[in-house]
């Protein structure tokens, strides 16, 4: 081969060698820095215990399965049209699946709507709402969790006690009370002195407790959500009551199991949170790549007591905070 032969080859390959390392520098990059994938996370309120536990399974599924979850909250329970405005920022911000817990219809049918639209999924936490393109629906059966508190409560006032009900109304408030009465049912002696509901105002739910204690005599209460069993909780002890009326409560924020530990409460249907938020996220990043996700988890609940909060496997479901 000649010397202009040879220095023709000489630069064809320094020509293809400079090729392959800028395609490779392209490459790189791109590889470091896929896209990734979004999550909304969209629930009720966003203060206290309960949704601070959703949304730290959340997180934690998040990071588990390589996505970024992004939280909206309004700030109170029952603010339909704060929850609808948020789900609309959701999409406007971007996102590739949603995961929600509807404050209603309304705001399901909206956030359904517009995932249709984009044609992402999306999936519903702590509720008993459903509805045309929903995924998976995951949460408690808030059926069984009334009947429990039901059983229970009949359990410590026995078969001919007098039992008020304080109630939280409609959707999973509802479910709550429909289980509770249908395990009441079974026991024709007993009476229910009284019906009431609180929703979200705790001295509400006193002031309900309060007439209901003065305007008879009862042997417990069945609190159908955290408000109602702080309300009636705090009414028992100013009473002098406490163990003379019994409370089975819903629920197990950190004030409850402290009533629980003096004696005021009796016991509490736990509900499971963390996994809500854990499962939301997981079966959101399954359905994100096409694979088949359940259509209905139920994520259980269980009953606490003095009997069993501090055992060990109870403490881990009660504060999922603590390493």
Not at 20 to 46: E, F, S, T, W
Request: hydrophobic content about 45%.
């Amino acid at each position: 081969m000649n010397q202009s032969s040879k220095q023709g080859w000489r630069t064809l390959l320094f020509l293809l060698l400079a090729a392959a390392a800028v395609l490779g520098a392209c490459a790189g990059p791109a590889d470091d820095h896929v896209k990734q994938k979004n999550v909304a996370l969209i629930v009720r309120m966003k203060h206290g215990d309960y949704w601070r536990t959703v949304k730290l399974g959340a997180e934690m599924a998040a990071r588990e399965f390589g996505v970024n979850v992004n939280f909206y909250a309004p700030d109170y329970e029952e603010d339909v049209k704060g929850q609808l405005a948020l789900v609309r920022q959701a999409f406007a911000d971007g996102t590739d699946a949603v995961v929600i817990a509807p404050d209603g219809q309304q705001v399901l049918d909206e956030a359904a709507a517009r995932a249709k639209e984009q044609r992402i999924p999306v999936l519903t936490i702590d509720s008993e709402l459903t509805g045309p393109g929903v995924a998976s629906c995951i949460g408690t059966d808030h059926y069984d969790s009334g009947k429990k508190a039901g059983e229970k409560l009949i359990e410590l006032v026995g078969p001919y006690g007098r039992i008020a009900v304080l109630g939280a109304g409609g959707g999973n408030g509802g479910q709550r009370e429909k289980g509770l009465l249908d395990a009441i049912a079974r026991y024709p002696g007993v009476t229910i002195a009284a019906r009431e509901y609180a929703v979200s105002d705790q001295n509400q739910a006193s002031e309900l407790a309060a007439g209901i204690i003065a305007a008879q005599p009862i042997d417990g209460i069945a609190a159908l959500n955290a408000v109602s069993a702080l309300g009636a909780a705090h009414e028992i002890e100013k009473r002098g009551l406490a163990g003379k009326v019994k409370v089975v409560a819903i629920d197990s924020p950190p004030d409850v199991l402290a009533y629980i530990q003096e004696g005021v409460i009796q016991a509490t249907i736990m509900q499971k949170p963390f996994s809500m938020g854990y499962l939301g996220v997981k079966h959101a990043v399954e359905a994100i790549n096409g694979l088949p996700v359940p259509a209905r988890v139920d994520t259980g609940t269980k009953i606490i007591d003095m009997d069993n909060m501090f055992w060990s496997e109870n403490q881990k479901l009660l504060f999922p905070f603590v390493k």
